[in-house]
């Protein structure tokens, strides 16, 4: 299984061994409306992929992911890495940095990460947004709080540094994801599911859903991020889908931390004969975790309509 470069919010890795062997088989195009860190298509088993989100930059770098070759990927990587002078634990060892894994590298990283962002930022701004571009991005991604992206209003790159660096984990990560990006027959559309032409798509395709959840939290749904509005227009879509005759499987939560998505609930219920909910284990492959893992209440499901 080939997992996101993108320590992605929400990503849906973990819970691929259960996901995938809902989806039916024999799919034509996989549409990954809502994709993210991209962790359901990479995965899945289909003709060709169509990886949507309303998140222009994801798109952007995954284009140049699957474009750019690997080569220059990684050696922009570690160019831009030599240029700042930020840490690279995997060749010199945290000694060099004089640093302890257990406290990570934060200290030595900060200013280093805030002039990459400010160049970065100022790249942006003169709208300069080339191959390298992406490229910074991504490092600036690896370097910055827990691998998070988060922009502020004036559109600036506004997240401090992390604590960890482009270790092996990351780049075996980023390898492989591009690997599996340049075999796979794709695109990149960059839209509001609400104008997701579904005129396009016939009947042995599928699409996949999973937007960002009502009642729990996440960077992408600050600011206002993701309203009762969107998700009953969003399940207003779904009963188009399935109008047309078109297969898809929706990832949500019914219910998390003593909250309930009642909207989601009363769908559901009205629309019992039509769509099926499967309940989900969060903690399947996290059983370690399982004492300290916050979703421990939560309800997680997939919802079907095949
Ligand atoms: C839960 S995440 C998807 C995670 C993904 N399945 C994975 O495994 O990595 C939800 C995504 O929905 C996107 N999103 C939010 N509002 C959207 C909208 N109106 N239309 C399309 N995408 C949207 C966010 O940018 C975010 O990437």
């Not at 894994?101 to 160049?119: A, P, Q, W």
């Not at 340049?182 to 609400?194: A, H, I, P, S």
């Not at 399935?242 to 989601?264: D, P």
Request: net charge negative; hydrophobic share 30%.
């Amino acid at each position: 299984m080939i997992q996101s470069p993108l320590n992605y919010t929400g990503g849906k890795f973990k819970l691929l061994p259960q996901i995938l062997p809902l989806f039916p088989n024999n799919i034509n195009t996989f549409v990954d409306l809502f994709c993210g860190g991209c962790n359901v298509g990479i995965n899945v088993e289909s003709k060709s992929v169509i990886y949507n989100d309303v998140d222009e930059n994801l798109l952007c770098l995954y284009n140049t992911f699957k474009n750019l070759d690997k080569r220059s990927v990684f050696e922009w990587i570690y160019d831009i890495i030599d240029e700042y002078e930020l840490s690279l634990v995997s060749k010199n060892g945290y000694d060099y940095y004089k640093c302890e894994s257990s406290k990570g590298l934060g200290i030595y990283n900060k200013e280093k990460f805030l002039k990459l962002r400010t160049d970065f930022n100022e790249k942006k701004r003169r709208g300069n947004y080339d191959y390298y571009y992406y490229v910074m991005l991504y490092v600036i991604i690896v370097y910055a709080f827990n691998n998070q992206i988060r922009f502020n209003s004036n559109g600036d790159f506004n997240l401090p540094v992390g604590k960890r660096d482009f270790n092996k984990k990351m780049q075996q990560k980023l390898s492989d994801f591009i690997d599996k990006i340049k075999e796979q027959d794709c695109k990149f559309t960059c839209l509001d599911f609400r104008e997701f032409d579904v005129e396009i798509l016939e009947n042995d395709d599928f699409v996949y859903v999973d937007p960002p959840y009502l009642i729990t939290c996440a960077t992408y749904n600050e600011q206002g991020g993701w309203s009762e509005t969107d998700e009953r227009d969003l399940l207003t879509f779904l009963n188009k889908l399935h109008e047309k005759k078109l297969r898809f499987a929706l990832s949500n939560v019914l219910r998390s931390k003593g909250k309930e998505n009642t909207i989601l609930l009363e769908w559901l219920s009205e629309n019992k004969e039509k769509y099926k909910a499967i309940n989900l284990d969060y903690n399947y492959s996290n059983s370690n975790y399982q004492t300290k893992d916050k979703t421990t209440n939560s309800e997680e499901v997939l919802i079907i309509n095949y």
